[in-house]
């Protein structure tokens, strides 16, 4: 999904990723019942060209890096 034009109309952004039986979870974040966490296991790209770049690579200005993510405490 390429979402930077999503995100600067948004306050926040949650993934979460085939929800089915967990989707009350979803929803105990999404009304503050309960705090993320959360770190990304790949890079996420900023546009259709850098799908398939990787870390080291000329122009590696992703939109979130390997790793990125949120921890609440």
């Known amino acids: 999904m ?3 034009d999503a995100l600067v109309q948004a306050d926040a952004f949650l993934a ?3 929800p089915r039986t967990e989707g009350e979870g979803v929803a105990d ?3 503050g019942d309960y ?7 790949f890079s996420w790209p900023r ?3 850098q799908i398939r770049i990787h ?5 590696y ?6 790793g ?3 921890t609440y405490q």
């Not at 200005?61 to 390997?66: Q, V």
């Open 47 to 49: 546009s259709m060209a």
């Open 29 to 31: 974040v999404l009304f």
């Open 55 to 59: 870390k080291g690579d000329p122009n």
């Open 16 to 18: 979460t990723w085939l």
């Open 2 to 4: 390429i979402l930077e």
């Open 35 to 41: 705090k993320p966490t959360g770190k990304l296991s």
């Open 61 to 66: 200005n992703l939109l979130f890096p390997y």
């Open 68 to 70: 990125f993510g949120l």
